[in-house]
Structure formats: C-alpha cells, structure tokens
C-alpha cells in the first residue's frame, strides 16, 4: 500500500486508465478482485465544460465502491483544465489525474496529452492553475511517457517539474509518443524516474502476469505498478496479485455475465463485444465463439452462448500482450 496524498491506496496493483475500457462496471470489477486504484479513461476538459453528454457518461461513478474515485482529464488550456477540474471535484472526484501521455492526433493537435512533453514549462502552469483553483485538498496525479520522441526523452526533467508544481504522484508508461507501442515500455527509464523524484512513481508498460508485476516491483522500488492490455478480459490478474488465486471456470461465467449485465445498464451489446474477444483469449474454439456472438443481439441468446463457451471450454493459455492489443487510437476514435 502507499498513499496519493491523503488517501489510503490498498495494493500496489493500479488498473490503467484506458479509452472504452475502464468504464464504472470495469473499474468496480478491477477493484473487487484487487486493483488499488482504477482510473477512469481520458475525459475532455472542454467537455466537462460543455457539459457534453459523453462526458457525463465518463464521469459516471459510484460513491460507495468506488474509493478513491480518480478521474483523468485531458485539455491544453489551462483556463478550461481547471474549471473541469472544480467541476469533478465537486461531483466528487478524490484524485484529479492529468493525462499527459495521450499520443492520439487528435488529442495532442490541440496541445493537450503527450503534446505537453514538448514544452514542460506549459506542465509546470498547468498544474499551478489547477492547483490554485482546486486548492490542496484534492491531490492531482499524472501520467507520462518517456518523452515526445527519441530526441527528447526528457522523463526526469518532466518528473521534477511535476514534484515541484505539487503533483502527489507520476505513472510513467516508458515509451515516447512517437513509439506508440512498438518495442517495449523501457522499465529502465521507469527505475531512473523512482530514484529521481520523492512522490510516488507507479510503473507501466507491458505487465501481463501477476509474476511479471512483482518483478517490476522489486527492480524498479517503484510505488505502484498500472496494468492496462494485461487485464483486457482479465481482470483476475488483480486477485491473483492480491489474493494469489486463480478463478475457476464458474467465477468466470458469473463476472462475464455480470459485467455484461451492468455494461448494458447504459450501452449497448455492440460495445461489450471487444470485451467478449478479451475474455476468449487464450481458449480453444475461440474463433467460433466470437463470430456467434458478433452476429447476435438478442441478449439472452448471447448469454446462453457464453454459458455454453465458458462452462465448457478450459483456458489453453495466457495470451501475449501482442495479441491482445488493440490500437488504442481504434479505441479512442
Ligand atoms: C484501449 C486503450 C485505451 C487507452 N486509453 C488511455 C486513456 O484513456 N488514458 C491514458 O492515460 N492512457 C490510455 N491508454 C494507455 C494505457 O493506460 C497504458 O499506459 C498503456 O496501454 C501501456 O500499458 P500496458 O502495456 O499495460 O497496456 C490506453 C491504452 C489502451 C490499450
């Protein structure tokens, strides 16, 4: 455990903020089996200003399950940063994280996600202004990458201009902007960002094995790890870190279905269907599985397909982060 300014985060295993992903029913279902803390995706400042109907489809939380209850804005003007900032925190947002990580064109056209890294002083101003409309009672977070691109790996002095603005802790995932996901998340960098800063630093890239996370842990010191594509259809990587318990092909069935259910409480079965392909990895037959469930959208006939699937089908093997991985510009649009 360790804390994020004034609170209390229970393990050392963050689920990571992703766009389409982490969703209330995701981050609750993260938190039951063992995730200390589950972000909500990107969510524009602007808006959260506007009062867009998207927004407040992200902002959707719940009070009693989900403590801290930590959400992520992106922008690149201040002014609007921090209004959505009061906004949230009113709503009541414990944990204010600010995305500067974000290498989709759309977001960093605007100045706003991994465009920041280009000029850390805007980082600096950003923090203050959100800082001095908030006041020190809710604790701002970031997220970065290494740097904007290989000339300008510039993590630690983003790091430091973080601390000094009054930032409570730094989630590095150690790929630039330009990298995108190629090659692999430089747990080297993460290490040198922990020894560089006193706030906590939590460590991300790549992790997708509860074996995988406490060797990170124990070479980087690092805080925290965050866990993004590993926990796509696997969410029990979180108790198997906390609780060291594997599911049985029952509590499998049941979360699916429960997920499935409080996902359709606001979506449709088409957006559940990404997660249906998730939780298939890794089984034999899965290819059959999946285009069933892509054709149907009669609920409890899909329902009864997942019975038949997960009750019947053993998990032959964990699947690579590779296979996992969907474009998270595909996600984000
Ligand atoms: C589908 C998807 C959506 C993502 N959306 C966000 C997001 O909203 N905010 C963010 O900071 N990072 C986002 N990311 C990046 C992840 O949080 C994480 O930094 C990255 O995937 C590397 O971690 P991993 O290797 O464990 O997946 C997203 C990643 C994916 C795959």
New binding site residues.
């Given amino acids: 455990m360790f804390f994020i300014g004034k609170h209390l985060i229970k393990t050392r295993f963050l689920l ?7 969703e209330m029913p995701f981050r609750i279902i993260a938190g039951e089996l063992g995730a200390g803390l589950a972000t909500t ?2 969510i524009s400042a602007k808006g959260i200003c506007q009062n867009s109907e998207r927004a407040r489809k992200y902002l959707r939380f719940n009070k009693e399950k989900e403590i801290p209850y930590s959400v ?1 804005l ?1 922008g690149g003007e201040e002014k609007v940063m921090a209004e959505a900032a009061v906004y949230v925190a009113k709503l009541g947002a414990n944990i204010i994280d600010i ?1 500067f ?2 290498p989709v064109k759309k977001v960093t056209k605007t100045g706003a996600g991994s465009a920041f890294l280009k000029t850390p002083i805007r980082i600096f101003n950003l923090i203050k202004t959100i800082k001095s409309a908030l006041g020190n009672e809710i604790p701002i977070t970031a ?1 970065i990458r290494s740097g904007w691109d290989a000339d300008q790996i510039n993590f630690l002095e983003v790091g430091k201009i973080l601390e000094d603005a009054g930032c409570e802790a730094i ?1 590095i ?1 150690g ?1 630039t902007r330009a990298q995108g ?1 190629v090659g692999l ?1 430089d747990w080297g960098i993460i290490k040198k960002l922990k020894d560089c800063v006193k706030i906590p630093v939590i460590g ?4 997708i094995s509860a074996d995988q996370a406490n060797v990170r842990l124990l070479e980087t010191n690092c805080d925290a790890v ?7 259809g696997n969410p029990w990587i979180f108790q198997e870190l906390k609780y060291k318990k594997k599911p049985n092909q029952k509590e499998i069935y049941d979360l699916i279905i429960r997920h499935l259910d409080e996902h359709l409480e606001y979506n449709s079965i088409k957006s559940f269907r990404n997660h249906l392909i998730w939780y298939s990895k890794g089984y034999t037959g899965n290819a059959q599985f999946r285009s069933l469930v892509a054709e149907l959208t009669e609920i409890n006939h899909i329902k009864e397909i997942i019975g038949n699937f997960f009750l019947n089908t053993v998990k032959e093997n964990n699947s690579s ?1 590779v296979t996992h ?2 474009d ?1 510009r595909q ?2 649009g």
């Fill in positions: 990571a903020p992703m766009a389409g992903v982490s995706e990107l992520q992106f995305n990580g974000c997220k989630a995932h790929r996901y998340s991300n890239g790549d992790i965050m866990i993004g594509r590993g926990a796509l982060i991985c969907i998270y996600a984000f």
